[in-house]
């Protein structure tokens, strides 16, 4: 796993243990405090605590030594002429890969700074980027080149090139 990426976990981590610590040495008070400081962080981080087990393999926030900004995941380049079948089989890679997530709006960035998954988000979605751009060709790649969002890119590839009347196989 990514150095990078397990120093933020353990960050998380360190915060979430420091604040599950109870103010009173008071055994009722204290479980009592507990209880409302747990429910307190399970409405705040309900969701985000879930991801934050990278050793979790179903984890979509988890990068294995395999996944770098480098790796082309479909053999052909999408152009102007195949969107259909280039999309299924991006999607397939992806879900493979298990950041579908990040295309299919299912897992949309943290509006809070403090969200301990803030930065493995931004982290995985750069990488579900690269893999778009390493698979599209030259002249379509300059067009998204600034678009940073991985679920922006694929919306804006499908408006743009999933209208096709070509003649379809089934």
Known sequence: MDPAVTNMVSRASRASSMEDSPD???DSSSSTHLSLHSNKLSNTYSASTRYLN???PNNPFRLDNGDNPTVILVTD???N???????RAMRRAIRAKNKLGFISGSLSQPTDPNDPLLDLWNCCNDMVVSWLQNSICPSIRSSIAFVDDA???WIDLEDRLAHQNGPRIY
């Open 77 to 79: 380049f999408l152009t």
């Open 151 to 153: 679920r922006e890119i």
């Open 24 to 26: 009173s040495s008071d």
């Open 54 to 56: 990278l050793t979790n």
């Open 81 to 87: 002429d195949n969107y259909i079948t280039w999309s």
